[in-house]
């Protein structure tokens, strides 16, 4: 063996901007950025630090004799280095101090968990960039092989002493993770003979870039120059409103990777390792009605989503502030080009649908096609122009536009499933606009989340259906007939007449003191003014 020792060190982070915040409190603290702005904003508000937008690293002198105070006090001056720092982006807008406490001195707050947990970690940040490097011993092993020329190296590293790492160490995203493997390595000498105790050789496959999470997609809007840090936060929450984007953990598959072990007696062992790929925890996805709208603005407006098309209206917007630029002139420069487009686009565009032919249906010869209809992403057997009626189906949650394929297709519309007789009619599974139900004539049983529509059996479906009666019992007050009824509803007793909902007057205590006539009368008063009593539209 060779062995050589150097020494080494590692330096604290700048304190929180915005964005650096927002990812971190994803990473130690699993907070969602509009949760981060949110207890941020109440702590600013509180007095406890100090404003959380913006893009600064620099702390005032005030602050940095603070916290030089706070840590000789509390560690020694030998933890302690003034530092301050400069932002790297040319394009920050320096107009704050980082996001910092206001009084190093306090290192714990009032309030709820979420804002106690936010303001510690503030504090940890601001306090551990004034502190000294961390100094560690590095040391690196070449292992030579009696057998061949082969030479193996071995990393580890000695901290001999802890500076700012004894109050803080930055977190990392998981894609940040992978050839970190520095750790400590026992006492070895120059030349010292090493015993084979094991050798493997695992069979590796590429994997694909990780997913966003929300914090990640902040970095990366960071480094675009998308928005500034007052808009990452609304900018992430509204895709994910507007349900373009969903925010879930997925399952990943089983893959088998050859493994071979190396053993002291020189044999060789092959086995297969099992291993699980392509697993999601709290990762961004883009849903279908994400991707058919993000093609759509892409076809009819390439120049508005390219990446540095916020960028240049940013750089433009600076120079506007610093008046050596109009704003009419950048906004007419804008307009002149865009507004014709818009026009152009609500004239001659058809209504995106992301349309994709799966192939044709073996029984009928019709076409089956998939695409993002008014109630979600569907496929469909037939044109509306045929002759015979056209068939939809809804996809699973677990299917996507992109990846369904034909036979998931026909899998679908075999709904929906007959899965028995019971009272003489028919037990049906099916798919409906508000999810998978259970029918037995007119009446509708939603399926619990434990049940799956494609294998549910006609016991499952009885004993729902009995739980939906006893459900609808429950929530009756008095019953006329089949069709007339009043019942329970969640904002106080109304009357079920056939397929319309009739109000009850307020003046009416009691509801079960009103007779057939008394109902009757309501209802026709509801049919000749079925708006009454119904809030006003602003």
Not at 65 to 83: C, F, L, M, P, T
Not at 356 to 378: F, H, V
Request: proline share 4%; no cysteine; net charge negative.
């Amino acid at each position: 063996t060779n062995l050589q020792t150097r020494p080494g060190k590692k330096s604290p982070t700048a304190p929180f901007t915005t964005s650096t915040l927002q990812q971190e409190a994803s990473r130690k603290l699993s907070f969602p950025v509009g949760i981060t702005m949110r207890v941020a904003q109440k702590l600013y508000e509180a007095g406890k630090i100090t404003y959380m937008r913006t893009d600064s690293v620099n702390m005032s002198d005030t602050a940095l004799n603070q916290a030089e105070d706070a840590i000789k006090a509390a560690y020694g001056a030998d933890y302690h280095k003034r530092r301050q720092y400069s932002n790297k982006n040319k394009d920050a807008q320096e107009a704050h101090e980082a996001i910092r406490p206001t009084d190093f001195n306090v290192s714990e707050v009032s309030g709820n968990n979420d804002e106690k947990r936010l303001y510690d970690l503030i504090w940890k940040r601001s306090i551990a960039s004034q502190m000294a490097d961390a100094q560690l011993e590095k040391t690196t092993v070449d292992i030579e092989t009696s057998t061949n020329k082969a030479i193996f190296k071995a990393t580890g590293e000695v901290l001999k002493f802890e500076g700012f790492l004894k109050v803080y160490l930055e977190g990392k995203d998981d894609d940040d993770d992978e050839g970190d493997n520095a750790g400590v390595l026992p006492p070895m000498t120059v030349g010292e003979k090493l015993g084979l105790v094991e050798m493997k050789a695992l069979q590796r496959f590429t994997r694909p870039s990780p997913r966003y999470t929300e914090a990640s997609l902040v970095k990366k809007l960071e480094e675009l120059g998308i928005g500034r840090p007052s808009t990452y936060a609304p900018t992430i929450s509204t895709v994910q409103s507007r349900n373009y984007v969903v925010k879930e953990t997925r399952d990943g598959v089983k893959r088998d990777s050859e493994l071979l072990i190396l053993s002291p007696d020189d044999q060789i062992k092959e086995t297969v390792k099992t291993e699980t790929v392509g697993a999601e925890n709290k990762k961004l996805f883009p849903t279908d009605l994400g991707m058919v709208v993000t093609d759509f603005l892409v076809k009819f407006f390439p120049e508005i989503l390219d990446y540095s098309f916020t960028r240049q209206v940013e750089d433009e917007f600076d120079h506007i502030a610093q008046g050596s630029k109009g704003w009419r002139d950048m906004i007419g420069d804008f307009y002149k080009d865009f507004a014709p487009k818009v026009a152009e686009t609500k004239e001659t565009a058809e209504r995106e649908s992301g349309d994709r032919e799966l192939g044709d249906d073996p029984k009928s010869g019709r076409k089956i096609t998939a695409r993002l209809g008014r109630y979600g992403p569907m496929v469909q057997l037939g044109h509306p122009d045929d002759e015979v009626k056209v068939k939809y189906a809804k996809l699973r949650g677990d299917q996507r536009l992109e990846t369904i394929t034909l036979d998931d297709a026909l899998e679908l519309f075999k709904m929906p499933r007959i899965l028995g007789m019971y009272e003489d009619m028919e037990v049906k599974a099916n798919l409906g606009r508000f999810g998978p139900y259970i029918q037995l004539d007119g009446l509708f049983a939603s399926l619990e989340e434990e049940d799956d529509v494609y294998t549910v059996e006609l016991e499952r479906g009885i004993e729902l259906i009995e739980l939906k009666r006893k459900k609808d019992r429950e929530k009756m007050i008095k019953i006329f007939d089949d069709e007339v009824s009043i019942q329970k509803g969640r904002w106080g007793p109304y009357i079920k007449y056939g397929k319309a909902n009739v109000k009850i007057p307020k003046d009416i205590e009691d509801p079960t003191t009103l007779t057939r006539e008394d109902v009757d009368r309501l209802h026709e008063e509801h049919l000749k003014n079925p708006k009454k009593g119904r809030g006003k539209k602003k």
